[in-house]
């Protein structure tokens, strides 16, 4: 019976870290951080490896998309020195793939993540043109039953008004408001710690690539469909 590439025990030092959130405790265990480490390592190599079955990611290294556990303190209120979850992002290669991956494992709060988190205005602007030019395309995506069961619904900050340029009564008006366009969904720490969480991360990241796809579609061409890039 095959082993799970993310023990317990990495959860376990996540809990401890948490309750010993100090640098004297974390360089006391220094030595057991990179041995847990090397399983995230494994972990994002498996599934990088997937991945480029579907799509092509910018590094084929697992270990270089893994975010660093010590925490930029500078403008935070919370002075914790370490991050308290193993995370890692990945971004797809090339100009005309827009767009990005993301894993957060953490016990009790373990999600992925993808779209896009803060769009240039400009990049916004166009998102909104192919919006207000025709929605259903982007509609259908999101009710695909499969993305529904996946994801639920489109997430993302949203403003209350109506975006300048763009008309109230609009039927794309609820698209329009947006401001982020996030998928997320979320995993159980057992199924976190399973044999088959790589395949479960890479089926979640393959439901998420049409609504990729359509954004880096229109983000790589003007409104008359004529390439940017």
């Given at each position: 019976m095959?082993?799970?590439l993310i023990p317990k025990s990495s959860f376990d030092f996540l809990?401890?870290?948490?309750?010993?959130?100090?640098r004297d405790w974390f360089n006391a265990h220094k030595e057991r951080y990179l041995s847990e480490l090397k399983h995230i390592e494994s972990f994002a190599d498996a599934l990088v490896a997937k991945m480029n079955k579907d799509d092509v990611i910018e590094t084929l290294s697992g270990k270089k998309s893994?975010?660093?556990?010590y925490r930029d303190v500078r403008f935070s209120k919370n002075k914790t020195p370490y991050n308290t979850h193993w995370g890692g992002s990945f971004t797809r290669a090339t100009k005309?793939?827009?767009?990005?991956?993301?894993?957060h494992f953490e016990p009790s709060n373990s999600f992925i993540a993808g779209g896009f988190w803060g769009p240039e205005?400009?990049?916004?602007?166009?998102i909104r043109d192919e919006f207000a030019f025709d929605a259903e395309p982007f509609r259908k995506i999101l009710k695909n039953k499969t993305f529904i069961k996946t994801f639920g619904t489109l997430?993302?900050?949203q403003i209350k008004t109506t975006p300048k340029g763009y008309n109230a009564n609009d039927k794309a008006i609820d698209?329009?408001?947006?401001?982020?366009?996030?998928?997320?969904?979320?995993?159980?720490?057992?199924e976190v710690l399973s044999t088959d969480i790589v395949k479960q991360v890479n089926e979640?990241?393959?439901?998420?690539?049409?609504?990729?796809?359509?954004m880096s579609d229109a983000l790589t061409t003007d409104v008359n469909g004529i390439s940017t890039v």
């Open positions: 095959s082993k799970p809990k401890l870290l948490s309750k010993n959130n100090n893994l975010h660093r556990i005309l793939r827009r767009g990005s991956y993301y894993f205005p400009s990049d916004l602007k166009r997430n993302g900050e698209l329009l408001r947006y401001k982020q366009f996030l998928l997320i969904k979320r995993f159980t720490d057992k979640g990241f393959k439901t998420m690539r049409p609504f990729l796809n359509y």
